[in-house]
């Protein structure tokens, strides 16, 4: 019998949110996986075949990471990374000091109101989830993926 996190992980993968997962997951501990002037220049940004993309608020910065790089890569295999590249961009001030990423949304978002069924259903999925930490990481990443919908 398949214990609940490894089917999660099989349903996130099904989803193609797998590495929004993981990625949400990276941004809420950055400042913390890179202390000091590291983490305030840079930002990830997105996760695509276990590379990490970082954005880099300066060239100079840019720059300095290029030899940085390996060591990066290291501290990021526990969070299923196996590559990262850098890239000039920008680095929010927000998302430093809140934890959390400042996304742009496309002009045609529109946020989902969640409904009590998918509600109850989103309860219903996680309670199984031992770890109570994972089960709400679990359930904010699966509440803001329904949340998101595109209108065309």
């Given at each position: 019998m398949r214990n609940v996190g490894s089917l999660l992980l099989g349903i996130f993968k099904q989803l193609g949110m797998e590495d929004r997962l993981k990625l949400s997951g990276l941004q809420d501990e950055w400042n913390s996986v890179f202390s000091g002037p590291l983490s305030?220049?840079?930002?990830?940004?997105e996760i695509k075949n276990s590379?990490?993309?970082?954005?880099?608020?300066?060239?100079?910065?840019?720059?300095?990471?290029?030899?940085?790089?390996?060591?990066?890569?290291?501290?990021?295999?526990?969070?299923?990374?196996?590559?990262?590249?850098?890239?000039?961009g920008s680095v929010s001030r927000q998302s430093r000091s809140s934890h959390k990423k400042a996304k742009q949304q496309p002009e045609n978002f529109k946020k989902h109101t969640?409904?009590?069924?998918?509600?109850?259903?989103?309860?219903?999925?996680?309670?199984?989830?031992?770890?109570?930490e994972l089960r709400e990481k679990i359930k904010k990443t699966i509440t803001r993926s329904i949340e998101r919908k595109i209108t065309h």
């Open positions: 305030n220049h840079t930002w990830p940004i590379e990490l993309l970082i954005n880099v608020d300066s060239p100079a910065w840019l720059g300095e990471l290029k030899y940085m790089k390996n060591d990066i890569e290291k501290k990021l295999q526990l969070y299923g990374i196996k590559t990262v590249r850098f890239r000039h969640l409904t009590s069924d998918e509600i109850k259903w989103i309860d219903e999925t996680t309670s199984g989830i031992a770890d109570s």
